[in-house]
Each structure stands twice: as structure tokens, then as C-alpha cells.
């Protein structure tokens, strides 16, 4: 393998790209080939970073929740095209009841934005105001992305199959505790002092992006859909104690670099790690492809879903892709965190790869030192 021009790029993004602290994990097979650490903690440079440091990773930890329940959903011989009010009776109201748990996962179900917007904080109030929404669009007919709805969603189907065993207990029984993860969705009490904060972003989107425009219009689709839960919006919201400790499986995990590259490689190896098989190879091939793709009515951007997981889209006419979040090989899923990190799965290589950082940039979608780090991996090593 060859590491020294992505050693070179990660420590160009200190020198010259606005990084504070960073790590980046390079999985092949079951053996992690890049273990890359740099940067401080805080603004004071007093505590350094290291391979150990974890991180608030943003919507990056909506991958690890739709993988829970795929887990959940292969357990209790579930299939994706079940109706969700099956489970979930009271969720069965208001133009939801043909709603399946594969258009959950794959943004389809427009309940991305919640009319009586209830605290995040409040997890019975979110499931009673879903319980309540009617759809932005038919169920099925498009899709948007759920920025914050989603790990709620996904919880609550997760509930329903497990008899009330939540997403952030379910993946530390069956995920981070037996492939060792240092990577929580509710931050243990023990843990805290480990964690480092994350800093809002310096500078903003350009004014003529449609998705920052769109955010930033009252009102709109996308505005009411990043506002909805209310609460824990900023960075320095984040950074609580009450924040960290609290289990929100959309928007909330924390955790390493390594420990993302691992589980991800755990799924480019076909579900399986070091002789225990954790997905079947049905679940794992359903990955590979997108289930939707096009126009999103909330991101105002082409995107693509797998079951939970982003795709980059393809370009319908020259069939190449027109986004490489994910590296250039098609088979690629993962997701991105708000302001940089990223974590992917590239089945074809049998790769993980993960980035956090600590010094947000503008944006929802991979940073420019993110996208720097995946492509001098692969233009070195394919």
C-alpha cells in the first residue's frame, strides 16, 4: 500500500487548509493501513490530538442507526417493503399507512420536517408529533433527505422490534461492544473527558447554492426540515454535557476515526469480521446499488440512497458519477457529517475508510479536505 501522499495531504490540510484536529482511518481486509493523527483538541493547542480522540461525527451517524436496524430487521425476519404501522400501529394515520420501512431508510417517506416541531430532547414528544405528521409528499413518489427526523425514525421501527431496546443501547450490544469500537450513540458519562469539541464553521456557503438558499428562505421544505426537532442546532450546543450523554442516533454519535474505518470495513468485507458474520450477504449485496436517486426536495441537489446509506448519483446520459464522496468505484456507500467527516464502505476493494475533525466547514456534504484525503488514497493505490 502506498500511504505517503496521503500522509502528505493530511498534513497540507493543517498547513495550509484551516484543519485543528483531524484523524483519518484506512481499512483493506481486517487490517487498518492508515492510522493518521494530527492537531490539537482546542483553540489553546494544549491538548493534542490522537488516534483516540472521539469526535461528534454529525449525520455521519445516521449509517451506523439504518445499520442497527437492518441487524434488528434480519433478527425478526422483517422485510424492507413492510408497512411500518405493522409494527408501529399509531404511526399508520395522516396519508402514512402505505409508508414502508425501506422508505424510511431511503428518505422517501416525506416526514423530513414536523408541522408542531417538539424538542429534540423529548423522544416520546418527536414519536407522538411523526405519529401526527402528514407526509410533505406521497410516500414513495420522491424523496428528500431527513437531516433529523430520520434517526428518529429509525429508532422507533428499532423499538417496536426489540420491545423497546433503543438504537443507542442496541448498537453498543451488538456493534461497538464485540468489534471493540470506540463509538457511542450516547456518549457513557466515563467517556466524557476524552471527547473533543467541535467548532462552527469560519465561513458560509456561497449565497447562489440552492440548497443555502433554500435553507435560508422561511418556510421552506429544507429550512423547516434542518429546524424540526427544535434544539441542539449549533456546534456549541453539541458540546454539552447533557448533549453528548444523550442518545441521538440522526445527527448524534461520537467516536474515532479508526472505529468508523473498522465497522465500515466490516461491511465492505460482506458483513462479516474475524470469523463472526454480522450481516447476511443479501442485506450487505443490497448496499452495493442505489434504491433512489434524483432531484431531493430538501438538499436541492441529485442524491442517492441505498437502505440508510448514501450513494454518490450517476449521470444518467454518461453513466459516470457526478459526486466522489465515496472514491470513484460504484459500489461505494456511506455517509457524510455536517461541516467535514465522513465515513464509506467500498465493497469492491474490501475498504473502510473514515475522516473526523473538530474545525467544521460550510455544508452538509464532505469537505474539501475530506475529498482531498479519498482521492489521494485512491490515486495512489488503484
Not at 26 to 52: A, H, I, M, R
Request: hydrophobic content about 40%.
Amino acid at each position: 500500500m502506498n500511504c505517503a501522499e496521503i500522509q502528505r495531504v493530511f498534513e497540507g490540510n493543517f498547513s495550509d487548509g484551516g484543519e485543528q484536529g483531524a484523524s483519518v482511518s484506512v481499512w483493506v481486509e481486517e487490517n487498518e493501513v492508515v492510522d493518521l493523527s494530527g492537531g490539537f483538541q482546542d483553540k489553546e493547542n494544549s491538548t493534542p490530538w490522537t488516534s483516540g480522540t472521539p469526535v461528534l461525527v454529525w449525520s455521519a451517524t445516521k449509517g451506523l442507526a439504518a445499520s442497527c436496524l437492518l441487524h434488528a430487521l434480519e433478527g425478526s425476519n422483517v422485510a424492507l417493503d413492510t408497512r411500518v404501522k405493522h409494527l408501529w400501529p399509531a404511526f399508520g394515520t395522516e396519508g402514512k399507512q402505505d409508508v414502508t420501512i425501506g422508505m424510511l431508510l431511503q428518505h422517501q417517506a416525506g416526514l423530513c420536517a414536523l408541522d408542531n416541531a417538539p424538542p429534540v430532547e423529548d423522544t416520546e414528544a418527536v414519536f407522538s408529533a411523526i405519529e401526527r405528521q402528514t407526509p410533505a409528499w406521497s410516500p414513495g413518489s420522491a424523496h428528500g433527505y431527513h437531516p433529523r427526523t430520520f434517526g428518529f425514525l429509525v429508532d422507533g421501527v428499532l423499538r417496536k422490534l426489540t420491545g423497546g431496546e433503543d438504537l443507542g443501547r442496541y448498537w453498543a450490544r451488538v456493534f461497538a461492544g464485540p468489534l471493540e469500537l470506540d463509538f457511542w450513540i450516547g456518549t457513557p458519562e466515563e467517556m466524557l473527558l476524552r471527547v473533543a469539541p467541535v467548532f462552527a464553521p469560519k465561513g458560509i456557503m456561497p449565497k447562489d447554492d440552492p440548497f443555502f438558499s433554500a435553507f435560508m428562505t422561511p418556510g421552506s421544505l429544507t429550512s423547516r426540515s434542518f429546524a424540526s426537532p427544535k434544539g441542539l442546532h449549533s456546534a456549541g450546543a453539541m458540546n454539552t454535557r447533557e448533549a453528548r450523554m444523550a442518545s441521538y442516533p440522526g445527527f448524534g454519535g461520537i467516536g474515532t476515526a479508526r472505529a468508523l474505518g473498522k465497522f465500515y470495513a466490516m461491511l465492505a468485507c460482506d458483513g462479516s469480521w474475524r470469523g463472526k458474520r454480522y450481516f447476511n450477504a443479501e442485506t450487505v449485496s443490497r448496499l452495493r446499488g442505489a434504491a433512489v436517486e434524483g432531484d431531493d426536495m430538501v438538499l436541492c441537489m441529485k442524491t442517492a440512497f441505498t437502505a440508510g446509506f448514501m450513494k454518490d448519483p450517476v449521470d444518467v446520459e454518461t453513466g459516470k458519477k457526478t459526486r466522489h464522496t465515496f472514491g470513484p468505484n460504484f459500489c461505494a456507500f456511506g455517509h457524510p457529517g455536517a461541516g467535514g467527516s465522513v465515513a464509506f464502505a467500498d465493497p469492491s476493494a474490501r475498504l473502510g475508510f473514515a475522516y473526523v475533525m473538530n474545525q467544521m466547514e460550510p455544508g452538509v456534504l464532505p469537505s474539501k479536505r475530506a475529498l482531498r484525503l479519498i482521492s489521494s488514497w485512491y490515486d495512489s493505490n488503484v
